[in-house]
């Protein structure tokens, strides 16, 4: 019998660190690819040289030693949390609704259909 799980879960709203379960940068298909000097299709349903592949590998490794180097100190590894869909009901039915922290002013909000109300944590 399935049944809807409700196990808490906790995590931090700030500075959530994924380096340890993010696959690194050597097992990106485009470095598969540069590796093997294959032609391959990107992303966007285009095919793409080894040349073109190892210009942006080259690329995205410079943006990311940038990202490292920055004067905020966060790698892109790091996450802050801003929204959160939550499922009401069960398993056979139910209503979703939404958590999201405004950019704006910071404060987090309940989006439930065309209702939205203020909560605190």
């Given at each position: ?13 700030e500075?959530?660190d ?11 298909t ?29 690329k ?48 987090w ?13």
């Amino acid at each position: 019998m399935r049944r809807k799980l409700r196990d808490l879960v906790m995590f931090p709203l700030e500075g959530l660190d994924f380096s340890r379960i993010i696959a690194s940068s050597d097992c990106d298909t485009k470095q598969d690819a540069r590796a093997n000097g294959k032609i391959e299709v990107d992303v966007n349903g285009e095919a793409r040289s080894s040349d073109q592949i190892e210009n942006d590998v080259q690329k995205d490794t410079e943006k990311k030693a940038s990202l490292k180097n920055g004067d905020d100190g966060r790698s892109e590894s790091l996450y802050d949390l801003y929204g959160v869909v939550h499922h009401q009901g069960a398993l056979s039915g139910g209503h979703y609704v939404a958590s999201l922290k405004s950019e704006l002013d910071g404060k987090w909000r309940l989006f439930n259909d065309a209702q939205i109300y203020d909560i605190s944590s």
